[in-house]
Nanobody, 112 residues
Framework: QVQLVESGGGLVQPGGSLRLSCTAS????????VGWYRQAPGKQRELVAR???????NYADSVKGRFTISRDNAKKTTYLQMNSLKPEDTAVYYC??????WGQGTQVTVSS
């Protein structure tokens, strides 16, 4: 059974930083792409960042230069480092593996 467990969300002030983690179990990891998506209230889920199994990354324009996706294949974990956070980054963040598997989501709230 494939599981993706996320952690690291929370409440942060504008300009602050958070690092999200997502650890997989029950599946191979290194051969798959990983991604982070987010969904704000009343909006569709959108891609934030993605990394291929070869390390190629792409980012939503709204987070370029502020967010960084990374992966540790030995730990079957992907990370999303989020800097210079803005109120509009507030959303539930989900990790994705291979386009098929989803984490449970972790809330990120950016507010003063």
């Amino acid at each position: 059974q494939v599981q993706l467990v996320e952690s690291g969300g929370g409440l942060v002030q504008p300009g602050g930083s958070l690092r999200l983690s997502c650890t997989a179990s029950g599946t191979m990891f290194s051969i798959y792409s990983v991604g982070w998506y987010r969904q704000a209230p009343g909006k569709q889920r959108e891609l934030v960042a993605r990394m291929s199994n070869g390390g190629i990354t792409n980012y939503a324009d709204s987070v370029k230069g502020r967010f960084t996706i990374s992966r540790d294949n030995a730990k079957k974990t992907t990370y999303l480092q989020m800097n210079s956070l803005k109120p509009e980054d507030t959303a539930v963040y989900y990790c994705n593996l291979s386009g098929n598997y989803w984490g449970q989501g972790t809330q990120v709230t950016v507010s003063s």
